[in-house]
Every structure is written in structure tokens, then in C-alpha cells.
């Protein structure tokens, strides 16, 4: 099977489908990122997210979650990310960017299968090829930089130099070769400023996140009910957090690159008060936010946290 012919079908498609970017790396085990992964784990640093301890060997080498896997094509999908959040009225809680649209794992998952059927229909039916959009044990940042879609920010987000890190990432693993693309340099450099921002201290060093100190973490994957001191803490945010992102040199001359299906929703536009999110009916909540990312952190813990914002709003008052 001719390489060319499968990486220029691969790219044009995803092209055709508003991907930003398509690189291709050669599917092999990730012997340096392993150990770090392993480090990483043994400090604590994944809080309560056991699923990060299992399925270790597959997270390493694609080639255990596709068969004779040769390739792993990454894909970059842009979101919207043009304000920063400097709210006026500070009885409105902060909503990650990216969580303001359709769930990305549907929108990135059903392209993905676009591409994998077209790769059937232009190449061969003997393909064998599987998505990933945080759908299984891949490490996607550690193809992300192998394939050259960007280098890994002291943040712990993938940088582009044109679109920075307001993108999503996807990954297809297939068991045909393709022509592989290359690394890129680091252009982080000496700059410190998401380390100086963060609130919590979450980035210990560079490029390694504590878990249990980031804001994202405690309002999505962290299912424990919040201490009042770790609420005061959370800065106004009520799901996810970007101010890492919004302080990077390379965000704030980012280009605008939005993939078909990541248009900001209706419900956040405007964004509800602190009021509103708490006094949400398990019933409203779920009609009017179903469909969005919103949905991992669910109605009760929303509402719960939303609650603790006001009153932390109210007694700074």
C-alpha cells in the first residue's frame, strides 16, 4: 500500500473536515514519555483520576490498542477563544472556552470515522483503524509532539506557533505506514508567565501538573465534595479553568481556527449568574446543557460549587 497515497487522502479529508492540522508519527512504544508518566504517577500528581494507574502498557504502545499499528495520525480541531476573562461583573462564574460548545469528543470522534471510511473507500477495506478523541488509554500530548503538531508548553498544553493551544486533539491509529512528519523546536523559552499565574500553584515545574491543585481538575474530574478553603481558591471558576492559556505570549496572537461543530452554544451566551447556575432544577439543568462538556461534572456538583461562588461573592462583598 503506497504511504504517499494513504497520508495525502488522510489530509486532504481532514482538511476538507475544518481539522487545523494533520501529522502523522510512526506508531511504536513511548519509552522516555513512559517513565515519565510513571514518575508522574507515583507523586500523586493524577489525584483521584485512578483510571490514569490502568491499562498502563496500552497508554505506551499503540500498538497493543490496534493490532500491527504503523501510524498514529493526529489531528488538531481549533475552538472558539477570542475573549479573555476579565469579567465586569464578578457575579458571573468562568466557564472553560472549550466547554461552551457541542461536546467535543462527538464532534472530533464522528470526523474521525469520516476519515476512516473514506480511507476505505479511496484506498482499501482491508484498513484496520481506530479513533481516539479521550476515548481510550492514548497519550495524546506525547503524539502530538512527535507528529510536529506542536511542542509541550510549561503549562502542560501543546503549543502551535500559529494557533497556540486553543485546540482540541484527536488521534487515529491504523495498521498501514504513512509518510511521517517531524518534531518541532521548543519556543517556550525563558517565558514563566502561566506558572506565575496560575492561582493554585498547579504547574510544580515546568511542563508537570499537580492535579490535585489545578482548578480544572477539582471543578470536573474531582467527584469529592469541595472544602470551603479549596473553594475560595478556585477563583471564580466554575468549570475548568484558562488562565494558563489566556496569559501565553503564543495565545494572545493566536489565529482564529474553529472547527465545524465548536461554535459557542446558546446556553452561554450570555453566561448564567452565579444565581442562575445554583437555583438550576436537576430537569432544567440537564435540557439545557446536555450535549456539552459540561455534562462530566453533572447538575449536582455545578450547582453545589455555584453556591459557594455566590457565597464567597457575597461575603467579599
Known amino acids: 500500500m503506497d504511504p504517499l497515497l494513504v497520508t495525502r487522502q488522510i489530509r486532504q479529508k481532514a482538511e476538507e473536515l475544518g481539522f487545523g492540522a494533520c501529522r502523522f508519527a510512526?506508531?511504536?512504544?513511548l519509552v522516555e514519555e513512559?517513565?515519565?508518566?510513571?514518575?508522574?504517577?507515583?507523586?500523586g500528581h493524577h489525584g483521584s483520576m485512578e483510571?490514569?494507574?490502568?491499562?498502563f502498557d496500552k497508554r505506551v504502545d499503540p500498538t497493543k490498542l490496534v493490532e500491527g499499528a504503523k501510524t498514529v495520525v493526529c489531528l488538531m480541531a481549533g475552538y472558539h477563544f477570542q475573549e479573555r476573562w476579565e469579567p465586569s461583573n464578578p457575579e458571573i462564574p468562568r466557564i472553560a472556552k472549550y466547554a461552551q460548545s457541542r461536546d467535543y469528543h462527538k464532534v472530533l470522534k464522528k470526523a474521525c470515522h469520516t476519515i476512516i471510511d473514506h480511507l476505505h473507500e479511496t484506498v482499501s477495506q482491508d484498513i484496520h483503524a481506530r479513533a481516539f478523541v479521550d476515548s481510550a488509554p492514548v497519550m495524546e500530548r506525547a503524539w502530538a509532539q512527535r507528529s510536529g503538531i506542536g511542542w509541550l508548553g510549561k503549562n502542560g498544553n501543546i503549543l502551535h506557533r500559529d494557533y497556540g493551544s486553543w485546540f482540541l486533539l484527536a488521534e487515529i491509529i491504523l495498521d498501514v505506514e504513512t509518510i511521517a512528519d517531524q518534531p518541532i523546536q521548543d519556543h517556550c523559552g525563558s517565558c514563566t508567565?502561566?506558572?506565575d499565574a496560575c492561582p493554585t500553584?498547579?504547574?510544580?515545574?515546568?511542563?508537570?501538573?499537580?492535579?490535585?491543585?489545578?482548578i480544572s481538575y477539582l471543578t470536573i474530574e474531582h467527584k469529592q465534595e469541595l472544602s470551603s478553603e479549596t473553594l475560595s481558591t478556585l477563583d471564580g471558576w466554575l468549570f475548568g479553568c484558562d488562565i494558563c492559556q489566556d496569559v501565553c505570549p503564543w495565545n494572545r496572537k493566536a489565529t482564529?481556527?474553529?472547527?465545524p461543530g465548536l461554535e459557542t452554544?446558546?446556553?452561554?451566551?450570555?453566561?448564567?449568574s452565579q444565581k442562575e447556575w445554583s437555583e438550576f432544577a436537576e430537569d432544567t439543568f440537564f435540557e439545557t446543557f446536555q450535549g456539552t462538556p459540561l455534562m462530566r461534572a453533572g447538575w449536582k456538583k455545578l450547582t453545589h460549587t455555584a453556591k459557594a461562588l455566590r457565597d464567597i461573592h457575597s461575603s467579599n462583598a
Open 265 to 272: 452554544r446558546a446556553p452561554f451566551s450570555p453566561l448564567p
Open 193 to 195: 508567565a502561566c506558572i
Open 26 to 29: 510512526k506508531a511504536e512504544p
Open 34 to 43: 513512559a517513565r515519565n508518566l510513571e514518575e508522574w504517577l507515583s507523586r
Open 256 to 259: 482564529h481556527q474553529q472547527m
Open 51 to 55: 483510571w490514569m494507574e490502568r491499562n
Open 201 to 214: 500553584q498547579a504547574i510544580v515545574q515546568p511542563s508537570v501538573i499537580d492535579s490535585r491543585k489545578c
